[in-house]
């Protein structure tokens, strides 16, 4: 049986809408919380959300989960990318690339320019696969 998004997010990759969870029920350690909530925000941050809220809320989270997909999608199609378009560790580029996680487990930085034919195609290729 083919594994679902909110699966592969549970051994990593979480989306805020499933945080709670991990709170509850996975006892995620504090020193992860940060790592979750992606780059935008200190580990602090992402702490005090979780303590606040009992999960990270969706403006804690500068990751961007596409729910719905299966393992047996097409292995092009993005898991998760970053909506900041912040460097790896965190600071501003010019011009801001954004970086992409597919379903193979690849990953690859898709430039600023590139950006709106990337999600066009992310797009398209999601709607083929629910046909």
Sequence with gaps: MPTTTTEISLKGKTPPRRSQKLVT???????????????A?????????VRKHGRLTEEFCSWHLVQGLRSDSSPGLALF???????????????????????????????????????????????????
Excluded: M
């Design 25 to 39: 029920e996975y006892q995620v350690p504090e020193s992860v919380w940060g790592q979750l909530a992606g780059k």
């Design 41 to 49: 925000f200190t580990d602090e941050q992402a702490l005090e959300c």
């Design 81 to 131: 990318w970053d909506k900041t378009g912040l460097s790896h560790n965190g600071h501003r580029t010019d011009p801001p690339n954004y970086e992409v996680s597919f379903l193979d487990a690849s990953h690859r930085s898709i430039p600023a320019s590139k950006w709106p034919d990337f999600l066009k195609q992310q797009e398209e290729l999601r709607e083929e696969a629910l046909r």
